[in-house]
């Protein structure tokens, strides 16, 4: 149980052009959702945090206007990444955080979309 | 804020040798401790967890003992494999709710 997937696992596109990449969790309700970017040999930043039905909420420094997430329902958020740049290409890895949890965070990951901009 | 330290690699042993990847954090109140694995090409996997002071999780061999003493959450292994070289990350979560705070991963490289 507590599975998340991320469609695509990999992407090139041109610079200019936008890329949705999504993350479902397949057999829980997340109530929560994290996007992280993690370059190469370094940690996981987080982007951004999604709930169900509201707003994301981007880190400092992240543009919501460039990062787009959508939380539509409670087993789907996306990411997209509008007027792609090659500073934009990176490895992006979603999270998720099953309803009924209470006070215990474990957070489920998914396998992470590698974005090459061209 | 809250912030995780974790040593910096690559660590690199020979098969059966014994494992320590030092993890030290900065937090307010009382935090959840994790440590997750990303093996090559693959996404993060939890590897074991704490969620309060004295707490040992453990799983695979690995094992690590939340300390608030000296806010450390050092990762340990008796025995290495060579199918244990992945990297590892430390990692907290202040509230439940909120995102993880990682460290910077440590790059563990067993050769037989």
């Known amino acids: 149980g507590a599975v998340v997937s991320q469609h695509p696992s990999w992407v090139i596109c041109k610079s200019g052009t936008s890329v949705k990449i999504e993350c479902r969790s397949l057999d829980f309700q997340a109530t929560t959702m994290f996007w992280y970017r993690q370059f190469p040999k370094q940690s996981l930043m987080l982007m951004a945090t999604s709930n169900e039905g509201s707003k994301a909420t981007y880190e400092q420094g992240v543009e919501k206007d460039k990062f787009l997430i959508n939380h539509a329902s409670l087993t789907l958020s996306t990411l997209t990444v509008t007027s792609a740049h090659p500073e934009d290409s990176s490895f992006y890895i979603c999270?998720?955080?099953?309803?009924?949890?209470?006070?215990?965070?474990?957070?489920?990951f998914g396998p992470g979309t590698r974005l090459t901009v061209l | 804020g809250n912030s995780v330290t974790q040593m910096e690699g690559p660590v690199t042993l020979s098969e059966e040798a014994f494992l320590t990847i030092n993890c030290t954090y900065t937090?307010?109140?009382?935090?959840?401790l994790f440590w997750y694995v990303q093996y090559p090409g693959e996404g993060l996997q939890l590897l074991l967890k704490?969620?309060?002071?004295?707490d040992k999780g453990s799983n695979k061999g690995f094992e690590a003992t939340y300390r608030k003493e000296t806010t450390s959450f050092h990762l340990e292994k008796g025995s290495v494999q060579v199918s244990d070289s992945a990297v590892y990350f430390c990692a907290l979560s202040g509230q439940a709710g909120t995102a993880l705070i990682f460290g910077k991963g440590t790059t563990l490289s067993v050769s037989s």
């Open positions: 937090a307010t109140g009382y935090p959840s």
């Open positions: 999270s998720a955080r099953a309803a009924g949890q209470g006070d215990y965070n474990e957070q489920f």
């Open positions: 704490a969620t309060k002071a004295d």
